[in-house]
């Protein structure tokens, strides 16, 4: 009988073969016991509208016995026809009451239908029927898991050992139902023995992790771990779970260890790349991160997380070209999504392309009109872009800051006295060597430890960092709040009693200024790090700025009090690296050269522009850009070609990639003179071309980012630097580029009249930042 | 459930451990070892591997079983006897080291590292002729390699050659620019020697090379300030806090040259970190000085009651004892035992030297001092307390005194005596007493603190002390001229009745 010669084969596991033998002798149509096998051998290989056909022959040809009944009906299941199947196997179930099979069946057919309630109503029966049959038991146990019902779960699953004490799932379901009778050791001696029966399992290894850590066990969970990877070295299962155990804790530089040597070992597998990436992420060691997740992106391409966290790491790793590509191919095969588009956002805007940008994150609030996050990729987007004014910027800023989440975590009890010593909180992710700072560093190690303490809450602290140091030491105390989500972050700040805290982050990358919605301090206070414009925010009370950041005429568009120091907003700490001041350039060239250092993000085509206008009116001359955005060749191409449209030849236009610090500083050597872009003018970018010599011509506008240049200008006696307008600036360029002589001699002393200047007076700087710290204080204190 | 599995090959395996070990990262290195070992049991390439982490933890027995087994395998593995020699090394058997790499050496005579290797231990074992000569071949083969360099200039200062040193320091400089080490190593070596302006030349070089070092800065304000340009001092100094704002030997160098409000005492960090770098030339730095504690002390010993009677006073506490000088000068005094103690373990092992000590102690002043409720050694007399404390020119490194005193006074029997000496705060050119503590203490640009007379005897006083001698006297000479100082004996207020 071919029939059963092919369901011979069929059990020991060869249903192609089974096929072949039932297909060979195909002069036995009549034979309902041929199709009834060819439906069950078809089921096998998974293709149930081809069994269905093959079964229901059977049953026409006479062939009713339940086994072939109860196929047909798993048949129709998986063919799409529910009803039918259920129909069926209920019919089965009552031809045979003894049998527990058939309502197993229907059981399994519920729960993968997404019906829990049938489902348990079926596997109930089922044990009725059979008391000992472990798949319903473990089912049953699932189900009950699911709806958080431990107790009845965990007397299933003992029962189900007790019969089949080998069966891993049974020992990992006992261990979820433990943990949710509050019976944490029991439940991780369950996961054990799931991982000692079948250690490749990976998810029994991180069921096990959180069992010992809600035990408490966590330390002999890892000392437990790292004894599985001896005794079995090529499993990378002990590696995945320790290294994620150890993240948990904290651990990271371990954690890292272990997911890399689990990647290692299984390099074909997501589960380790994904968990190694972002552990690498959160640990900004991004180059790493990025090569990880490029790999888990390869190997799981329909993971959209994976894709957009590769694209906020390249970003992260100033690659913005790179960066917009992965984003933009993602809303490609994935479609929109507001947190995609405000990632794009932020990538274009670096990239020079600011109306595009602002458009980018307009169709992302469009998407998510209440979200937080679409305002601020526009507030960071929109200091860029041409003619904006003060007051679009204010509103946008207001905006935003509506949107921000807020708990009463109820009045501040911190001491009234308005002269006693105050605790300072330092609030950022970039208490480092960035422009934060540079800017910041100085005026903090200089205010007077009698009257002031310092506390930093640092996001993405760089250990070895010398900056980080220099803050490190300058604090009483170091605070890391990267895993403090903004409630907790407050509720921390408020428990360390900070009296007056500064935001050093704003809306930037690992910055919290969100927090401050929920106040970490009665006195909360707006200073350097993304601090582009006034903050918007109602709970943001006062503004350290100048007379020149803000003048009277533009209080109005701002939000907050304004604390305005005498002399500049920042005190700058030239590096000790920096190389001499050398000779005015266009003495050995007889060619003026200009450059501008600062990032595409701020060159505009209006600045383009005007830049073209001031080659065409001083003959021979060059300009020269250095930005990391140049390493992209059809970002500089780009450029190039705007430089071409507006008819300034191609060899007056030098574009250079960036460089180390040392070098891009020495690289004034051949400039004489920076031309600023506008509307966001430079920064740090132009105190450091003070130090190395190189006065800067700047267009001052209405936003505070506008301002900066005119500010470090003026606080060195540089105020005829500073143009009224575009048509001011290109003049005062000319004019400028004219006078070598004048040019030369302000060079050879620039150095040491910036040194002598309040800008890099440390002590005096800490002097009146601390007198605006306490009459902000002691006006809460009025209050 | 999905399963995980291995996937990679032993060779890839290996590959990456290599790496992992080659960047410190044991951790993730160790793991992929032992997978490894597993797919390719007995691999000499996984043994070196092994061995090469084992030295990178510090712990050369982990691989001692299976380095020996490869090189019987491989006995012409000139790679194998190098990693042996290091591991034997780092365990302490200096003989087995040198053996595996003049073996080394041997099977290949090209390798400038095994040379080294077998330089460095040649100096070690004190063989110093061969130790040069090994060393100036590998590092004339690879004149950029900084380690090579160093350890051929400590052979050649070793040999009594510094000239030689600094020669070899330079031509490493010149020929690796860029590495900050030998710059630093050049420096220090220019300091030693007392050559200042070369030492700040070097020191500017290295900054407009653009190296930013918190040391080359550190060394560039302690040779302007020994130049007595104290202003640039104070801005080299500044540099280096910037660079190195938690490395206490900095911070004290800064708040010696006035630029942060000063530490009531030096660090301790601070104090092993200049001794120790300093204890071989120590003493004759110290009597090139003309330094006259020991001889003061020894004056003021031989008028003790007891010692005078030629009774035999101890337990004696020589606090920061130093190379042992106040001990070598009391030697034919009935006092003893003697107890040293110091921060700095070269400077004790000087003193060690001497054996003229009955227990030496590495430990901080204050720290033993405290000991109190624990008394060391235990005591013929009355329990705690010695009848003798000696402290030459170790309060130099306290600004305050009241702690010290009170410390000392706990652990003196009554009756005891304290002898001590302090550099003498004196008005500057103006008139003015330096520093911010009313005139009582100050810290000077050596790093130093100095203490006016009227607050060593008030503070005394205070602790509980009757002070039975206070003078003036010259602690040593300073370019040809006369460092102030006070020598104290105090004494503790015998029981009465």
Same mark, same amino acid.
């Given at each position: 009988?071919?029939?059963?010669?092919?369901?011979?084969?069929?059990?020991a596991?060869?249903?192609?073969?089974?096929?072949?033998?039932?297909?060979?002798?195909?002069?036995?149509?009549?034979?309902?016991?041929?199709?009834?096998?060819?439906?069950?051998?078809?089921?096998?290989?998974?293709q149930?509208?081809?069994?269905?056909?093959?079964?229901?022959?059977?049953?026409?040809?006479?062939?009713?016995?339940?086994?072939?009944?109860?196929?047909?009906?798993?048949?129709?299941g998986?063919?799409?026809?529910?009803?039918?199947a259920?129909?069926?196997?209920?019919?089965?179930?009552e031809v045979?009451?003894d049998?527990?099979?058939?309502?197993l069946?229907?059981?399994?057919?519920?729960?993968?239908?997404?019906d829990?309630?049938a489902?348990?109503?079926?596997?109930?029966?089922?044990?009725?029927?059979?008391?000992?049959?472990?798949?319903?038991?473990?089912?049953?146990?699932?189900?009950l898991?699911?709806?958080?019902?431990?107790?009845?779960?965990?007397?299933?699953?003992?029962?189900?050992?007790?019969?089949?004490?080998?069966?891993?799932?049974?020992?990992?379901? /006992?261990?979820?139902?433990?943990?949710?009778?509050?019976?944490p050791?029991?439940?991780?001696?369950?996961l054990?023995e799931?991982?000692?029966?079948?250690?490749?399992?990976?998810?029994?290894?991180?069921?096990?992790?959180?069992?010992?850590?809600?035990?408490?066990?966590?330390?002999?969970?890892?000392?437990?771990?790292?004894l599985?990877?001896?005794v079995?070295?090529?499993?990378?299962?002990?590696?995945?779970?320790?290294?994620?155990?150890?993240?948990?804790l904290?651990?990271?530089?371990?954690?890292i260890?272990?997911?890399?040597?689990?990647?290692?070992?299984?390099p074909d597998?997501?589960?380790?790349?994904?968990?190694?990436?972002?552990?690498?992420?959160?640990?900004?060691?991004?180059?790493?991160?990025?090569?990880?997740?490029?790999?888990?992106?390869?190997l *799981?391409?329909d993971?959209?997380?994976?894709?957009?966290?590769?694209?906020?790491v390249?970003?992260r790793?100033?690659?913005?070209?790179?960066?917009?590509?992965?984003?933009l191919?993602?809303? @490609?095969?994935?479609?929109?999504?507001?947190?995609?588009?405000c990632?794009?956002?932020?990538?274009?805007?670096?990239?020079?392309?600011?109306?595009?940008?602002?458009?980018?994150?307009?169709?992302?609030?469009?998407?998510?009109?209440?979200?937080?996050?679409?305002r601020?990729?526009?507030?960071?987007?929109?200091?860029?872009?041409?003619?904006?004014?003060?007051?679009?910027?204010?509103?946008?800023?207001?905006?935003?800051?509506?949107? =921000?989440?807020?708990?009463? /975590?109820?009045?501040f009890?911190?001491?009234? *006295?308005?002269?006693?010593?105050?605790t300072?909180?330092?609030?950022?992710?970039?208490?480092?060597?960035?422009?934060v700072?540079?800017?910041?560093?100085?005026?903090? @190690?200089?205010?007077?430890?009698a009257?002031?303490g310092?506390?930093?809450?640092?996001?993405?602290?760089a250990?070895?960092?010398?900056?980080?140091?220099?803050?490190?030491?300058?604090?009483?105390?170091?605070?890391?709040v990267?895993?403090?989500?903004?409630?907790?972050?407050?509720?921390?700040?408020?428990e360390?009693?900070?009296?007056?805290?500064?935001?050093?982050?704003?809306?930037? *990358?690992?910055?919290?200024?969100?927090?401050?919605?929920?106040?970490?301090?009665p006195?909360?206070?707006?200073?350097?790090?993304?601090?582009?414009?006034?903050?918007?925010?109602p709970?943001?009370?006062w503004?350290?700025?100048?007379?020149w950041?803000?003048?009277?005429?533009?209080e109005h568009?701002?939000?907050?009090?304004?604390?305005?120091?005498?002399?500049?907003?920042?005190?700058?700490?030239p590096?000790?690296?920096?190389?001499?001041?050398?000779?005015? #350039?266009a003495?050995a060239?007889?060619?003026?050269?200009?450059?501008?250092?600062?990032?595409?993000?701020?060159?505009?085509?209006?600045?383009?522009?005007?830049?073209?206008?001031?080659?065409?009116?001083?003959?021979?001359?060059?300009?020269?850009l250095?930005?990391?955005?140049?390493?992209d060749?059809?970002t500089?191409?780009?450029?190039?070609?705007?430089?071409?449209d507006?008819?300034?030849?191609?060899?007056?236009?030098?574009?250079?990639?960036?460089?180390p610090?040392?070098?891009?500083?020495?690289?004034?050597?051949?400039?004489?003179?920076?031309?600023?872009?506008?509307?966001?003018?430079?920064?740090?970018?132009?105190?450091e071309?003070?130090?190395?010599?190189?006065?800067?011509?700047?267009?001052?506008?209405?936003?505070?980012?506008?301002?900066?240049?005119?500010s470090?200008l003026?606080?060195?006696?540089?105020?005829?630097?500073?143009a009224?307008?575009?048509?001011?600036?290109?003049?005062?360029?000319?004019?400028?580029?004219?006078?070598?002589?004048?040019?030369?001699?302000?060079r050879?002393?620039l150095?040491?009249?910036?040194?002598?200047?309040?800008?890099?007076?440390?002590?005096?700087?800490?002097?009146?930042?601390?007198?605006a710290?306490?009459?902000?204080?002691r006006?809460?204190?009025?209050? | 459930?999905?399963?995980?599995?291995?996937?990679?090959?032993?060779?890839?395996?290996?590959?990456?451990?290599?790496q992992?070990?080659?960047a410190?990262r044991?951790?993730?290195?160790?793991?992929?070892?032992?997978?490894?070992k597993?797919?390719?049991?007995?691999?000499?390439?996984?043994?070196?591997?092994?061995?090469?982490?084992?030295?990178?933890?510090?712990?050369?027995?982990?691989?001692?079983?299976e380095?020996?087994?490869?090189v019987?395998t491989?006995?012409?593995?000139?790679?194998?006897?190098?990693?042996?020699?290091?591991?034997?090394?780092?365990?302490?058997d200096?003989?087995g080291?040198?053996?595996?790499?003049?073996?080394?050496?041997?099977?290949?005579?090209?390798?400038?590292?095994?040379?080294?290797?077998?330089?460095?231990?040649?100096?070690?074992?004190?063989r110093?002729?061969?130790?040069?000569?090994?060393?100036?071949?590998a590092?004339?083969?690879?004149?950029?390699?900084?380690?090579?360099a160093?350890?051929?200039?400590?052979?050649q200062?070793?040999?009594?050659?510094?000239?030689?040193? =600094?020669?070899?320091? /330079?031509?490493?400089?010149?020929?690796?620019?860029?590495?900050?080490?030998?710059?630093?190593?050049?420096?220090?070596?220019?300091?030693?020697?007392?050559?200042?302006?070369?030492?700040?030349? =070097?020191?500017?070089?290295?900054?407009r090379?653009?190296?930013?070092?918190?040391?080359?800065?550190g060394?560039?304000?302690?040779?302007?300030?020994?130049?007595?340009?104290?202003i640039?001092?104070?801005?080299?100094?500044?540099?280096?806090?910037?660079?190195g704002?938690? *490395?206490?030997?900095?911070?004290?160098?800064?708040?010696?040259?006035?630029?942060?409000?000063?530490?009531?005492?030096?660090?301790?960090?601070?104090?092993?970190?200049?001794?120790?770098?300093?204890?071989?030339?120590?003493?004759?730095?110290?009597?090139?000085?003309g330094?006259?504690?020991?001889?003061?002390?020894?004056?003021?010993?031989?008028?003790?009651?007891?010692?005078a009677?030629?009774?035999?006073?101890?337990?004696?506490?020589?606090?920061?004892?130093?190379?042992g000088?106040?001990?070598?000068?009391?030697?034919?005094?009935?006092?003893?035992?003697?107890?040293?103690?110091?921060?700095?373990?070269?400077?004790?092992?000087?003193?060690?030297?001497?054996?003229?000590?009955?227990?030496?102690?590495?430990?901080?002043v204050?720290?033993?001092?405290?000991?109190?409720?624990?008394?060391?050694?235990?005591l013929?007399?009355?329990?705690?307390?010695?009848?003798?404390i000696?402290?030459?020119d170790?309060?130099?490194?306290?600004?305050?005194l009241?702690?010290?005193?009170a410390?000392?006074h706990?652990?003196?029997? #009554?009756?005891?005596w304290?002898?001590?000496?302090?550099?003498?705060?004196?008005?500057?050119?103006?008139?003015?007493?330096?520093?911010?503590?009313d005139?009582?203490?100050?810290l000077?640009?050596?790093?130093?603190?100095?203490?006016?007379l009227?607050?060593?005897?008030?503070?005394?006083?205070?602790?509980?002390?009757?002070?039975l001698?206070?003078?003036?006297?010259?602690?040593?000479?300073?370019?040809?001229?006369?460092?102030?100082?006070?020598?104290?004996?105090?004494?503790?207020v015998?029981?009465?009745?």
């Amino acid at each position: 009988m071919s029939a059963e010669a092919a369901l011979e084969r069929l059990r020991a596991g060869d249903a192609p073969g089974a096929l072949s033998l039932l297909d060979a002798s195909s002069c036995d149509d009549g034979n309902p016991a041929r199709h009834a096998a060819r439906g069950m051998t078809l089921l096998d290989m998974n293709q149930p509208e081809a069994a269905r056909t093959a079964l229901r022959a059977a049953v026409s040809l006479g062939d009713t016995s339940p086994p072939t009944l109860l196929n047909l009906a798993i048949a129709e299941g998986r063919a799409g026809d529910l009803p039918r199947a259920h129909q069926l196997m209920e019919a089965v179930a009552e031809v045979m009451p003894d049998w527990d099979e058939p309502l197993l069946r229907l059981a399994e057919s519920h729960r993968a239908a997404g019906d829990p309630v049938a489902a348990e109503h079926a596997y109930r029966r089922v044990l009725e029927l059979n008391a000992r049959r472990e798949e319903a038991l473990i089912a049953l146990a699932g189900l009950l898991i699911a709806r958080a019902e431990g107790s009845e779960a965990r007397l299933l699953l003992l029962r189900c050992i007790g019969i089949a004490p080998g069966r891993a799932e049974a020992w990992a379901a /006992l261990g979820l139902a433990l943990l949710l009778t509050a019976e944490p050791a029991l439940a991780h001696t369950a996961l054990t023995e799931a991982q000692r029966l079948e250690p490749e399992v990976a998810e029994y290894a991180l069921h096990g992790i959180e069992a010992a850590r809600v035990a408490g066990t966590a330390d002999a969970e890892l000392a437990r771990l790292a004894l599985a990877s001896d005794v079995a070295p090529l499993n990378p299962v002990p590696l995945l779970a320790r290294g994620i155990l150890l993240e948990r804790l904290g651990r990271r530089d371990e954690a890292i260890d272990a997911l890399e040597a689990a990647a290692i070992l299984a390099p074909d597998e997501v589960l380790p790349a994904k968990m190694l990436a972002s552990v690498l992420a959160r640990s900004h060691r991004l180059r790493d991160a990025e090569a990880a997740l490029r790999r888990a992106s390869e190997l *799981d391409p329909d993971d959209p997380w994976l894709r957009n966290n590769h694209g906020t790491v390249l970003m992260r790793m100033h690659q913005h070209a790179k960066a917009r590509g992965v984003l933009l191919e993602l809303i @490609e095969t994935h479609g929109e999504d507001p947190l995609v588009l405000c990632n794009l956002a932020n990538a274009t805007a670096c990239l020079g392309l600011q109306e595009e940008a602002v458009g980018v994150a307009r169709r992302a609030i469009e998407l998510a009109p209440d979200a937080g996050l679409p305002r601020r990729a526009l507030c960071n987007t929109l200091p860029y872009q041409d003619g904006i004014t003060g007051a679009t910027m204010l509103a946008a800023l207001r905006d935003c800051a509506a949107r =921000l989440p807020r708990t009463g /975590l109820g009045r501040f009890g911190n001491d009234r *006295d308005p002269e006693r010593k105050l605790t300072i909180g330092l609030l950022s992710g970039t208490l480092k060597t960035h422009p934060v700072g540079w800017l910041t560093v100085a005026g903090i @190690e200089t205010l007077d430890p009698a009257r002031f303490g310092v506390i930093c809450l640092a996001q993405n602290a760089a250990l070895t960092d010398p900056i980080a140091r220099r803050f490190r030491t300058a604090a009483q105390e170091w605070i890391d709040v990267d895993a403090m989500d903004d409630v907790t972050l407050a509720t921390r700040a408020r428990e360390l009693g900070i009296d007056v805290l500064i935001d050093l982050g704003g809306y930037g *990358d690992a910055a919290r200024m969100a927090a401050c919605a929920h106040r970490l301090a009665p006195v909360q206070v707006k200073w350097v790090g993304m601090q582009n414009h006034s903050s918007g925010l109602p709970e943001i009370d006062w503004f350290i700025t100048d007379r020149w950041e803000t003048p009277p005429e533009l209080e109005h568009v701002y939000s907050e009090r304004l604390l305005r120091l005498p002399d500049g907003y920042v005190c700058y700490s030239p590096p000790g690296y920096a190389p001499d001041v050398g000779p005015l #350039p266009a003495l050995a060239n007889t060619c003026v050269t200009f450059g501008c250092f600062n990032n595409l993000a701020k060159v505009t085509p209006r600045v383009i522009a005007t830049w073209a206008e001031v080659l065409r009116r001083v003959p021979g001359s060059k300009l020269v850009l250095k930005t990391h955005q140049f390493h992209d060749r059809p970002t500089a191409d780009r450029v190039r070609t705007a430089f071409a449209d507006a008819e300034i030849a191609a060899d007056r236009v030098e574009l250079r990639g960036s460089s180390p610090h040392r070098a891009f500083m020495g690289e004034y050597g051949q400039i004489d003179i920076v031309l600023d872009p506008f509307p966001y003018s430079g920064g740090l970018t132009t105190c450091e071309a003070l130090w190395m010599g190189v006065p800067t011509v700047t267009l001052p506008g209405e936003l505070f980012a506008s301002r900066h240049s005119m500010s470090h200008l003026s606080n060195v006696g540089l105020d005829d630097w500073v143009a009224r307008d575009a048509a001011d600036y290109v003049a005062l360029a000319v004019a400028k580029a004219a006078d070598l002589a004048g040019l030369a001699a302000l060079r050879a002393g620039l150095r040491p009249r910036v040194k002598a200047s309040p800008l890099c007076n440390a002590p005096r700087f800490g002097r009146n930042l601390g007198a605006a710290l306490r009459h902000a204080w002691r006006e809460w204190c009025a209050a | 459930m999905q399963k995980l599995y291995a996937a990679a090959d032993a060779e890839a395996l290996t590959d990456r451990a290599a790496q992992l070990v080659t960047a410190g990262r044991l951790g993730a290195a160790r793991p992929l070892l032992a997978a490894a070992k597993r797919l390719a049991p007995g691999s000499i390439r996984l043994a070196d591997i092994s061995a090469r982490l084992a030295l990178r933890a510090n712990m050369p027995d982990a691989a001692t079983a299976e380095i020996d087994e490869a090189v019987e395998t491989a006995p012409e593995n000139a790679g194998l006897r190098k990693r042996r020699a290091e591991l034997r090394w780092q365990a302490g058997d200096l003989e087995g080291a040198a053996r595996d790499a003049a073996e080394a050496v041997v099977l290949d005579r090209t390798d400038p590292a095994a040379k080294a290797l077998l330089g460095v231990l040649m100096l070690e074992l004190g063989r110093t002729t061969d130790a040069v000569a090994c060393l100036a071949e590998a590092f004339g083969s690879v004149p950029g390699n900084s380690g090579f360099a160093a350890a051929l200039a400590t052979a050649q200062e070793t040999a009594g050659d510094p000239d030689a040193a =600094l020669a070899t320091l /330079l031509r490493c400089v010149e020929a690796a620019p860029g590495r900050i080490d030998p710059r630093n190593a050049a420096i220090l070596l220019c300091v030693r020697r007392r050559d200042y302006r070369q030492a700040a030349r =070097l020191a500017e070089d290295t900054r407009r090379a653009g190296i930013a070092d918190a040391c080359s800065f550190g060394l560039l304000g302690h040779a302007l300030s020994s130049l007595g340009q104290h202003i640039e001092a104070a801005d080299a100094y500044a540099e280096a806090l910037k660079l190195g704002p938690q *490395d206490p030997y900095v911070r004290h160098l800064v708040a010696a040259a006035g630029i942060r409000p000063g530490a009531p005492r030096a660090p301790a960090e601070y104090l092993r970190a200049v001794f120790d770098g300093y204890a071989t030339r120590f003493e004759q730095h110290l009597i090139s000085l003309g330094y006259r504690m020991p001889g003061l002390f020894r004056a003021v010993l031989r008028q003790h009651p007891l010692i005078a009677a030629g009774e035999r006073v101890g337990p004696v506490l020589d606090l920061g004892c130093g190379t042992g000088l106040v001990a070598l000068a009391i030697a034919d005094l009935p006092v003893g035992p003697l107890i040293g103690v110091d921060l700095a373990p070269r400077m004790l092992a000087e003193a060690k030297a001497k054996g003229l000590y009955d227990e030496l102690r590495e430990a901080d002043v204050m720290d033993v001092l405290r000991e109190r409720e624990k008394p060391l050694p235990p005591l013929a007399g009355e329990a705690g307390a010695y009848p003798l404390i000696l402290a030459a020119d170790v309060f130099c490194y306290f600004g305050a005194l009241a702690d010290v005193f009170a410390a000392v006074h706990a652990n003196l029997a #009554p009756g005891g005596w304290l002898v001590c000496s302090v550099e003498e705060l004196l008005p500057d050119r103006d008139g003015v007493i330096p520093g911010d503590n009313d005139g009582q203490w100050a810290l000077q640009r050596q790093g130093r603190y100095a203490h006016s007379l009227a607050y060593l005897r008030d503070t005394a006083t205070a602790a509980g002390f009757q002070v039975l001698r206070l003078d003036r006297e010259t602690v040593r000479y300073e370019a040809d001229s006369p460092v102030a100082g006070l020598l104290a004996v105090l004494q503790r207020v015998p029981h009465v009745g």
